[in-house]
């Protein structure tokens, strides 16, 4: 009996020393894997080396605008009658001079023939008041009046002559036909169109072009301009103080073509009707970039601020020590030195270095990168290298094995 008791007694301390052992490995287990999750999870940092540089520091506004071309014509007849040719079509791009279209003759000749015999009337009536003067006020009179009457007469013959000429109508200036308000057979007058076939309302289109509009008219024909553009912009209160006329604009359409202007003028006087002031800039369009567009979207970047050859180096690299910047500069031997530097302006990712480097100089830009996720680490709570301790329990059982014989 006695003993039974005792190995009752030394299986009794096997039980409590072995639950000890396991819940220390297993507390060192459990420590380990939260010690594994918080190395892993630290961001790595990944250091670079970069040049001190020289660059072009730009300081510019932003605004949207509407492409608008510089020359817009209307055109219309300058002699009545009918039409007899109409040359071109929304779409044609015409030279100054060409033929746009032409109306009969027979009212223009018929209008000449009367201005030609009203002349004829009127230097009769002179020539009679002539002879017949006898030098009194009354007879002098009548000739001046009728000297009047003569010039008015040879006014109405120029002017028959003249729309004899403006039977045929041609461009003024170069570029592209966008409206066309009359077809063969209308009736017109001078100075105005007017269709009555309601043909030209099939020409009254606008000219071929992505994003082409046009305003209504009652001229014959509009004509745009396709070599000269100005971008019209609104600027913030804020920001209309910054710029000037002359400055350099960027301009770009929703495409991607590029191009580029000068502000020509800014407006006095803002407008608010979203609450805010903004007031009117306009662009002057520089070159002859192709593939421009009437009342297109454009984006405009106004320059106000160009310095060059500003020494610069990646934002990164500079960093906050007690209130004043530093930069880590990498000498030839390898060496990091931390240096104080002063800056200036940051436009993007460059910094201005006013002080305390040169060009070439190598400094140290630090990124970091996320952690592993904790990879290989088990998190079911094993032991390091996923294995359970080895090493047997007195006669060969677990804890809390049954052995009562």
Not at 215 to 235: E, N, R
Not at 327 to 356: H, M, Q, W
Request: charged fraction near 15%; proline fraction near 3%; avoid cysteine.
């Amino acid at each position: 009996m006695k003993l039974r008791s005792r190995i009752r007694r030394i299986r009794a301390r096997w039980w409590v020393l072995s639950g000890v052992i396991v819940l220390t490995l297993a507390g060192g287990g459990t420590w380990w894997i939260i010690a594994a999750q918080a190395t892993s999870a630290v961001a790595s940092p990944v250091t670079q080396t970069v040049a001190a540089s020289l660059e072009t520091m730009e300081q510019s506004v932003s605004a949207t605008g509407t492409l608008t071309p510089t020359v817009q014509e209307e055109v219309s007849f300058a002699a009545s009658g009918n039409v007899t040719g109409v040359n071109v079509v929304a779409g044609t791009v015409v030279a100054a001079g060409d033929v746009l279209a032409a109306v009969d003759t027979l009212t223009v000749d018929a209008d000449l023939l009367q201005a030609r015999a009203t002349l004829a009337s009127a230097a009769a009536k002179l020539a009679d008041s002539q002879d017949s003067s006898d030098g009194s006020t009354a007879g002098l009179a009548q000739i001046a009046a009728n000297v009047a009457n003569v010039t008015t007469a040879q006014n109405g013959v120029d002017e028959a002559l003249a729309a004899q000429s403006a039977v045929t109508l041609t461009a003024q200036v170069a570029g592209l036909v966008t409206v066309v308000n009359v077809a063969v057979g209308d009736v017109v007058s001078a100075g105005s169109s007017s269709s009555s076939t309601g043909a030209a309302a099939a020409g009254g289109t606008a000219a071929a072009g992505a994003g082409s509009t046009t305003t209504a008219s009652s001229a014959a024909f509009t004509i745009v301009g396709t070599d000269a553009w100005t971008v019209d912009l609104t600027v913030g209160e804020a920001d209309v103080a910054l710029i000037a006329a002359n400055d350099q604009v960027e301009l770009s359409l929703d495409d991607g073509t590029a191009f580029f202007g000068t502000v020509s003028e800014i407006g006095l006087l803002p407008s608010s009707t979203t609450g805010v002031a903004a007031y009117p800039v306009v662009v002057a369009v520089t070159g002859t970039p192709e593939g421009l567009f009437d009342g297109v979207a454009v984006t405009a970047a106004i320059v106000y601020e160009r310095r060059t050859d500003v020494l610069t180096v990646a934002s990164a690299a500079v960093t906050s020590v007690d209130g004043a910047s530093v930069v880590t500069v990498k000498d030839t031997d390898g060496t990091e030195v931390s240096t104080p530097v002063t800056v200036g302006a940051t436009v993007g990712n460059l910094t201005e270095i006013t002080a305390g480097l040169a060009e070439g100089d190598e400094v140290i830009v630090a990124t970091f990168t996320p952690g592993s996720g904790n990879a290989g680490t088990d998190r079911t709570g094993g032991f390091p290298g996923g294995e359970m301790p080895t090493g047997d329990f007195p006669a060969g059982q677990m804890p809390g094995g049954a052995n009562n014989g």
